[in-house]
């Protein structure tokens, strides 16, 4: 069962404390005219962007951008495989505790146009039936491997499907300047950034980007809190790149 409003209602209950916590450290963010107004709270006008992960947990790698992410008070969002989640369960717990969110990368990296039904609900089932056990909750948006997917992939998700609007490549090298660079010059407010926290070289370069974002008046979110920030309930089945704020 989905329940994507329920979902976004606690998004927004975190919105509003994020609102509080903006109003604490950005007390000029924004004027009063262009702010949302979401319940009682007001939403910094953004920009906003959402980092993405996927592949991991490494509990080599995953935990350092953990510590780095805390530190900067940024949530981000991991679309982790299930192979990988086997033996770092206190990772997923970790990344749940912190605020993160978490989601769905298929059991072993698999190409989800490339499967029947049957190796979809292995592939995909199975790891939401793991994420739950771990975390309590069975809403968890899909990224498919590559991106590939077919009509027969969105009919069988069971979960809004997310891609990304930037993506620095950051498994064809190891330049974190490169990369830096790659997404600051890119980032537009809507942005979901794609990067990768099994390799050291991403996790440099997702916590400098947070660090040069926020210099330039970025707010980072999980990919749920910019749907609530857009004011977009998320379908099940349909595909999300961006969530750029309406047109004037
Ligand atoms: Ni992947």
């Given amino acids: 069962m989905s329940n ?18 903006a ?14 107004v979401l319940g009682a709270a007001k939403i910094p006008a953004g920009p906003y962007v959402a980092l993405t992960f996927d592949d991991g947990p490494k509990a080599s ?24 989640v086997e033996g770092n369960e206190l990772l997923l717990q970790r990344m749940e505790g912190e605020g993160h969110q978490i ?3 298929t059991y072993h990296h698999k190409m989800l146009d490339q499967l029947n039904a049957a190796g979809f609900y292995a592939e995909v089932d199975q790891l939401r039936a793991t994420l739950t056990a ?17 009509a027969a992939t969105q009919a069988r ?22 990369q830096v660079a790659a997404i600051v010059d890119k980032a537009q407010d809507g942005d979901i950034i794609l990067l990768h926290d099994i390799y050291p070289s991403s996790v440099d370069t997702a916590l400098q980007v947070v660090d040069a974002l926020l210099a330039r008046g970025f707010h980072f979110v999980t990919v749920e809190q910019l749907f609530a920030i857009r004011g977009v309930t ?14 004037p």
Avoid: C
């Avoid at 994507?4 to 916590?21: P, S, V």
């Avoid at 109003?23 to 702010?35: I, K, L, M, T, V």
């Fill in 157 to 178: 998700a069971a979960a809004p499907i997310v891609l990304w609007s930037v993506d620095p490549e950051d498994w064809s090298d190891r330049n974190t300047s490169r």
């Fill in 134 to 150: 771990l975390v309590g909750r069975e809403d968890f948006m899909l990224r498919p491997p590559y991106g590939m997917m077919n």
């Fill in 4 to 21: 994507w409003k329920t979902r976004l209602e606690a998004g927004a209950l975190a919105l509003a404390m994020l609102a509080l916590a």
């Fill in 103 to 105: 989601g769905l990368h």
């Fill in 23 to 36: 109003a604490a450290y950005w007390p000029q963010a924004g004027s009063g005219a262009d702010r949302q």
């Fill in 234 to 247: 998320p379908e099940n089945g349909k595909v999300y790149r961006r969530l750029p704020p309406p047109r």
């Fill in 61 to 84: 790698t995953t935990p350092v951008l953990l510590d780095g992410l805390a530190q900067r008070g940024v949530r981000a969002t991991f679309f982790v495989i299930g192979e990988n």
